[in-house]
């Protein structure tokens, strides 16, 4: 650990990191960054729909369900009750790390962590289609989520408990089944005919679901995680003021099933105020927290509202194409200038390249934008206390950009709309966002113009070394916000980040 980490964590037992935005911030980096300070990692939020990167020593790992600290072998690394777990996923992480020599028997996984079952990635990809669609990740985490809150879910445990596991299932796939039967056979054969899905094992031409195939595979599972399970909620309430333990979110406050531009959002409260109850904990318990703000750009995957949107609607069709396009191939585009005064269709295509913003979980395009102060007004008021600290990543991808801007506030386009006592009017202006779609929608985004700094940052060490331009930024940000830079990263590596 070094001087600048030391002093930043000084009095600190349990730090969070969270995203303000709609992930893929780079949290994956920061919680391999501090994994360095901490005894214990916990993630307790989401599920297999979080795709968390990490370079270590050239090397690019992607965990979707591993805590990003899970390469320090000497430090546990905890799936929390919160999360939503595919067996298969995590032995597909582990099984990629045993192949470079990790055992991962610093891996813990809660033993009432919710479990993601083939029925959810059915009706996750039978439900997400056509007009109205959010653009799931397709991973189950919505309708195991909804389970939960039905009160049917199953837990991790289930698996090492034959007849619980079995009579929970029956019990959970009735209403799939019903619902289920509104689709063509074909289609959810079609399904189910996946490698994620056993390539069609699960499937029952009469009864959709085969549950004798699902229980055995299933309980095999069970025997396969055993070792890792535990209550993991116990171990953490005792390690509380005595160890250094790491809370590691998933998504971002803006994907928060309560705090986000809903609908369009993931099932789970991914804000700091559910991270700690996710591992057994209380936000009273969290010292400090890095929320973490993607600059001077910002992304988002799947459909909904997002106000500085480079390129419109154009931008927002073209990304949800799946897949890698003609871009990462980079056949269709030519390599051109980081200009926002060019098309800005094109400027976002560069910034996505730039970036590498191609989604971890699903490869999609990720959608681009500059960074949106109303909005992270909104992610760090429902941090409260837990919002006086951001840290900024992915600062050097535009180095070479002359103009940045920075969107401070929005004009109001819409119709009329009863905010309860007050109405909202065509041509008011709003400070904060307001976190509905039928709003955000029409927020059209006022920005302030900034001079690029224009040089290579990657080796800067020292937040003083900085160029002079770019700290006129982040000051700007610090005033309008109403926070303070803890920390910002100049690029992929460890050794990139500057502690200020
Ligand atoms: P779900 O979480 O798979 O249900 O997807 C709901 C929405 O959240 C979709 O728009 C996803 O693309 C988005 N989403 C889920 N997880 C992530 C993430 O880790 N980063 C960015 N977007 C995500």
Redesign the pocket.
Known sequence: MNESMQKALKDVMTLGVICTQ???TGKGKLIDYFSQWADIVARGT??A???HTICVNGETYIFHLLPSGILHTEKINIIGNGVVLDPHIVLEEVGILAKADYTCDNLKIAYNAKLVLPQHLVM?RAKDIGKGR??????G??PAYTDHCARFGLIVNDMLNPEIFKAKLKRNLKDKVKLLREFPIEKIKEIMDHDHLENGKFFDEKEIFNVEAITEHYLKLGQELKRFITDTDKLLREALCKKHILLEG???TL?SIDYGSYP????SDSTIQNLPKGVGLSTADVDLVYNIVKALYMT?????PFPTEFGGTKSAEYCGQSGITAETEKKEYPEVTLDPDGDEFMFGVNVRRAGSEY????G?P?RNGWLDLPLLRHSLQVAGKHGQTIALTKIDVLDKCPTIKVCTSYKYTGPDYNMGGTTLKKGDTLETAILLSEILEHSEPIYQEFPGWMTDITKVKEFNELPDKLKTIIKFIEKEAKTSVGMVSVGPDREQTILT
């Open positions: 709609w992930g893929d989401g599920g729909n979080a795709g996750d959010i653009g799931t990740t397709g991973r985490i919505g998933a998504q971002g994907l369009y959002v993931t099932s988002r995957v799947g459909e909904g989604g971890a979980t699903t999609r990720r």
